[in-house]
């Protein structure tokens, strides 16, 4: 029945000011909170919605007048509580020009776990992707697919910073989009072949898995040569020459599949 409740995302620091309090059933909304669920999702006093903190819990909670809730269960006692994933996904991408903002909301809901912008030599100068607003975009992709893990947007980096060192979750754990290279495995090829775990050793503990994606440029071939000389595996996500944009989403998509398929 949770399931079928529309989700508000309060961060797990409101929600343990509220655990101090008299009451700490009792929570208060803020202005903006109060206008989604009573004017977006048209919830009256009465009606019963889901909070949940983006680290993996979930309470169910009725909506009173003035602004407040009331939880329905205790704190410390969600009703529902999910694990973090056993493989956490990351995509590097050189943002695009245009439209970072809609590239963060899909990868979200797509079950991307953090988020690296890139700054390689071919990378234009793309709109930045400002905190306030790339929190609010997280947010609202996170209750709209109904995620319980808030993915992490990281702090922009050169791109020779990530591929100059072993990918995270080595060995085999970061895998490097390119195009025009022959012999290249396909992205879902290169993902299947390693069976349950990133590294494919039968018995072993999977780690984080890092897909990088290039600008609209492609890499330089010194950014290639850097990568594949600290273990990156190079990849293809087909024939055709996508958007970065695109590819992140491609990727963001195959790399969320395997993980349901691979692991229980």
């Known amino acids: 029945m949770a399931r079928e409740l529309r989700r508000l ?13 008299a009451c700490p059933l009792a929570l208060s909304l803020e202005r903006a909170e109060a206008h989604y669920l009573s004017r977006v999702l048209r919830l ?12 993996g819990r979930l309470w169910s909670a009725v909506l009173q007048a003035n602004d407040r809730a009331h939880l329905e269960q205790p704190l410390a ?3 529902q509580v999910e694990p973090p994933p056993a493989v956490p996904l990351a995509l590097a991408v050189a943002l695009p020009r245009r439209d970072a903002d809609v590239l963060l909301r899909m990868v979200c809901e797509l079950g991307i ?10 990378s234009v100068d793309p709109d930045p992707l400002k905190p306030g607003r790339a929190d609010t975009i997280l947010r ?29 979750g080595s060995p085999g754990g970061g895998l490097l989009c ?13 993902l299947a072949a390693r069976g349950s775990t990133p590294d494919g050793l039968a018995g072993s503990v999977p780690g984080a898995l890092t897909v990088a994606i290039g600008p609209e440029g492609g890499w330089t071939p010194q950014e290639e040569a850097l990568a594949r000389e600290h273990g990156w595996q190079a ?12 590819a992140a989403v491609a990727a963001a998509a195959l790399l969320s599949h395997w993980r349901a398929q691979r692991l229980p």
Do not use: H, K, Y
């Open 9 to 21: 995302l309060i961060a797990p620091e409101r929600l343990a000011v509220a655990a101090g309090r």
């Open 44 to 55: 009256r006093p009465g009606d019963r919605f889901a909070v949940v903190d983006g680290a």
């Open 77 to 79: 006692a969600p009703l």
């Open 113 to 122: 776990d953090q988020l690296i912008p890139l700054q390689s030599e071919r």
């Open 140 to 168: 609202e992709a996170v209750e709209q697919c109904e995620r319980l893990w808030q993915p992490v947007l990281a702090p922009s980096l050169p791109a020779p910073e990530l591929l100059g060192a072993p990918p995270p």
């Open 178 to 190: 390119t195009t025009r290279q022959s012999n290249t495995p396909l992205l879902g090829e290169a």
């Open 235 to 246: 990849v293809s996500l087909g024939d055709t020459i996508l958007r970065c944009s695109t």
